[in-house]
């Protein structure tokens, strides 16, 4: 089985800061890495996807993320946030495979200060 | 247009009732999910089906069924309602084991009053 942690539940940030939002995990097997984002009353859309290869991923709207197999680490990060960037980050694991189904975090919610 | 579509958005029902979630994916993905979302924002699997096949029945209880009458559609049911069972629902579906991530619905708010 799968877990994963995201460490903060709340991150403030003033707009035009830099931002990370952290993710760890547990597996016995390989997988795949994931960040959601959550608008207000709204679905989840991908913001971007580690599969293999270099360890750091673009996704979009500028933000981007770093794979670390050492520390089972998977940070999300943007240079430079803006008030439309405030919504709930869910970082999420498959097992290369597709069993057992994409796990989620528990959310962050990204709250963005003018 | 829309890749993932629910429906009802909304559904708001008393205890004791039958209600059924509608989902339906025109991106040609050979499986489907339903999640539950709690208060807390908390995201958990209940069913996945492969072409109509169910392949993850999480622990929920048997009061939820899902359908599949093909692999478009993925249809959840749920008898007796109770009021734990508040939460917002969302559809899901993939491709190639989910490796390119899964496509959401824009999810079912349901409230059992």
């Known amino acids: 089985a799968q877990s994963v942690t995201q460490l903060d539940s709340q991150v403030p940030v003033f707009e035009e800061a830099p931002v990370e939002l952290r993710c760890n995990y547990s597996s016995s097997v390989s997988v795949y890495l994931f960040w959601y984002v959550q608008y207000p009353n709204q679905g989840l859309q991908l913001l971007l996807k580690?599969?293999?290869?270099?360890?750091l991923v673009k996704g979009i709207n500028g933000f981007e993320a770093e794979f670390n197999k050492s520390q089972t680490s998977f940070h999300l990060r943007k240079p430079s946030v803006h008030i439309s960037d405030t919504a709930e980050y869910f970082c999420?694991?498959?097992?290369?495979?597709?069993?057992?189904?994409?796990?989620f975090g528990k959310g962050t919610h990204l709250i963005i200060q003018p | 247009d829309t890749a993932v579509s629910q429906t009802p958005k909304y559904l708001v029902t008393q205890m004791g009732n039958d209600k059924s979630i509608k989902c339906e994916q025109n991106l040609g993905h050979d499986t489907m999910y339903w999640y539950k979302q709690d208060s807390k924002k908390f995201l958990k699997i209940m069913f996945s089906y492969n072409n109509k096949e169910l392949i993850i029945n999480e622990t929920v209880p048997n009061r939820f069924s899902p359908k599949s009458p093909d692999k478009a559609h993925l249809n959840l049911h749920i008898n007796s309602l109770e009021l734990g069972d508040s939460a917002v629902y969302f559809c899901?579906?993939?491709?190639?084991?989910?490796?390119?991530?899964?496509?959401f619905g824009s999810g079912t708010r349901l409230t059992v009053v």
């Open positions: 580690y599969l293999s290869g270099s360890t």
């Open positions: 899901a579906s993939s491709q190639d084991a989910g490796r390119g991530g899964y496509t």
């Open positions: 999420a694991v498959i097992p290369k495979g597709g069993a057992d189904g994409l796990t």
